[in-house]
């Protein structure tokens, strides 16, 4: 199950998050600790937030301070239909796209665009499988 997300960590060093949180109970949130916890590097993307516990965050993924390899997408998956094309500009190799924050149409367009996406496959799970093996 986990066999997919644990290539990307294996194989990819810089992640985006689209749709960070700085509310403790959301999955944005929950993502951005996981990565942090793991010393993994994790450019957080909202408008809402100039940061996150003290790390900066953008306000798009075209402000980053460089290409993401993988952009995991934590919104709504109406949302995530609605920004795949911006998902897509910014030249991730992978496309992540966890539960409840896909739709077949975001998939489809990731597929029509020749980009690697995953979707259902929880990156917060993947790593605590990751960890647990270790």
Known sequence: ?????????????K???LG????HARFGY???EAFHKN???LMPVNPKYPDIDGHPC???LAALPERPEVVIVALGPAVTEKVMPEVI????????MPPGCFNEAAVKICQD????ELHDICPVSTLGFMCAKA
Do not use: H
């Open 1 to 13: 199950m986990y066999e997919a997300g644990t290539e990307v960590f294996k194989n990819y060093k």
């Open 89 to 96: 500009a910014s030249g991730a190799q992978v496309i992540w």
């Open 15 to 17: 992640f985006a998050l």
């Open 39 to 41: 010393n993994i590097l």
């Open 20 to 23: 960070v949180s700085a509310d």
């Open 58 to 60: 953008y306000p798009s």
């Open 30 to 32: 929950e993502v951005f």
């Open 113 to 116: 665009a020749g980009v690697r």
